[in-house]
């Protein structure tokens, strides 16, 4: 999320991941280091090495260029990289609305009906989505498909997200957006077109109408995120205005008894 990147100099935080131990059944932390987080490497090696978990995902800034280095240096783990994630954002404050680029799609806002809906098209979207866990061998990939349902599926129900849906001239769901709330502004956490209807402009079009809905409520500023080689997306929010502001990279360290 962004927030745990933006605006918190001080916090250098390992915390159990309960949802992703109970999934892949071993112990995995996080440590997320934010842009302008104030600890050296060598801190952030240290808190690294005194984490038990079998595995722990550390996301810090790519600018931290010789932190890889001391990672390795880590005897009792092993460590890669498994993604490089990259933010954009893009400022809604002159957002209006224009004609809608088809007039074949429209956008509504998903509630607890349209549950089986976004699960089938979760499953179907990030079916072969490149992404960090995919990088670690000792993780299944069924369960990291199934980490994907589960994160639209809670969404869909948090009364502090928003999940959108594109319709299509039948009203079958065909693309789907889950949106967060922060003080940052707003940040599309998952989101994706059914592999039948891609290539027709349908993401362009989920772009367009959930921007100026979100200006239509307030929303300053909307983030994304994603790997650095999904660059089909990358170019379609470049082509909607779009901005990089920052990349991360992602590491997973294991620990060489869990091996
Ligand atoms: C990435 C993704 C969202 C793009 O969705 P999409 O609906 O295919 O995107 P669009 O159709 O708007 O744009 C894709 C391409 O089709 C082109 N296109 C748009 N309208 C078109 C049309 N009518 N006919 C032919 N091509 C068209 C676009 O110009 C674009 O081409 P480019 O990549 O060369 O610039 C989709 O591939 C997807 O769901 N991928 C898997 C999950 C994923 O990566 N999610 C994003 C995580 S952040």
């Not at 280095?69 to 009792?76: F, P």
């Not at 200006?215 to 205005?241: P, R």
């Amino acid at each position: 999320m962004i927030s745990d990147f933006l605006g918190k100099p001080a916090d250098l935080n390992l915390k159990q991941s309960k949802i992703e131990s109970d999934r892949f059944g071993i112990s995995v932390a996080r440590m997320s280091v934010s842009i302008d987080c104030l600890a050296t490497d060598l801190e952030i090696v240290r808190v690294c090495n005194e984490s038990s978990a079998d595995l722990l995902i550390l996301r810090f800034p790519s600018s931290r260029t010789q932190l890889a280095r001391e990672l390795a240096g880590i005897s009792n783990k092993i460590a890669f990289q498994a993604d490089t994630l990259v933010y954009f954002s893009k400022d809604l404050r002159s957002i209006v609305e224009r004609r809608s680029t088809s007039e074949n799609w429209k956008l509504v806002t998903a509630t607890s009906k349209d549950e089986s809906s976004v699960i089938d098209l979760a499953r179907v979207v990030f079916r072969d989505y490149p992404n960090h866990y995919q990088s670690n061998r000792a993780l299944s990939s069924k369960l990291i498909l199934d980490g994907y349902v589960e994160w639209a599926s809670k969404g869909l129900n948090d009364p502090e997200k928003s999940t959108v849906i594109i319709e299509d001239q039948n009203s079958n769901a065909i693309a789907f957006a889950l949106v967060t709330f922060g003080e940052e502004g707003a940040e599309i956490e998952l989101n994706g077109v059914h592999p039948d209807f891609q290539n027709q402009g349908v993401y362009s079009s989920l772009l367009e109408l959930l921007m100026v809905k979100l200006a239509s409520q307030n929303v300053e500023k909307l983030f994304i995120s994603t790997q650095i080689q999904n660059t089909k997306v990358i170019k379609a929010w470049i082509k909607a205005g779009f901005t990089l502001d920052f990349s991360l990279n992602t590491f997973h360290l294991v620990s060489r008894q869990s091996v």
